[in-house]
């Protein structure tokens, strides 16, 4: 079964993020809970925009356009930026969010704009993809899509962990995780790592001290 990362930018007409058009920030959606007694979904945003005034215009805005679902509860600004953490009520029926539940996708992300609404989907095999292709095409205009594979291995919590080691160090640690090299017992050595990637046994040695070195900093800095 294949694992797909879909991008997706569209307009959707029937939702708020339409209203976005007329002013100068930006949306991105935190969590999104379903509420199925009220037909509502309970949702956390971040709001950048450099002017409150153009927040409470919105907020307003949105209110206003479908009073008996659209509503918010609480607006906090966020230090000293020009952001702001909104918690508020839509509507369930015919929103993104509803197809994202209903066809079961487990990991998504979504940022608004300029009136559009930009997704990052993950889904799991072509039934779940092209089922959710089709619903989105019955309520949205999709505007761009990118669909590519993804090597399952990329979406363990090591994988983004390493991110920031060099090329080779990277290739190393993540090669030594996936093999077994740190499971007990171990299910493979220096020797065959060292082969796998042509390179001595001693050099392959110092690329993973150095990127194991690393990853224990960065733990230890960002745990402090």
Known sequence: MNIYDVKLKIRHDMCWSTISNNYDLNVRINSVLYYPFDSKLVATAIID???????????????????????????????????????FES?????????????????????????????????????????????LKQIAKIKDVEINTVDPFKLSPVSNSVEFLPKKEKEIVLKAYEMGYYEWPRRTNLDELSRMFNISKAALLKNLRKGEEKILKKILSDNN
């Open 49 to 87: 925009t450099k002017n409150e005034k153009v927040l409470r215009e919105f907020i307003n805005d949105f209110e206003k356009s479908y009073p008996s679902k659209r509503n918010v509860k609480y607006v906090f600004k966020l230090n000293k930026y020009n952001l702001y953490y909104v918690y």
């Open 91 to 135: 509507e369930y029926d015919l929103s993104v969010s509803s197809i994202i539940y209903e066809t079961k996708i487990p990991y998504w992300r979504e940022k608004i704009n300029n009136g559009n609404e930009n997704w990052k989907i993950l889904a799991f095999g072509k039934q779940q993809l092209d089922l959710l292709l089709e619903r």
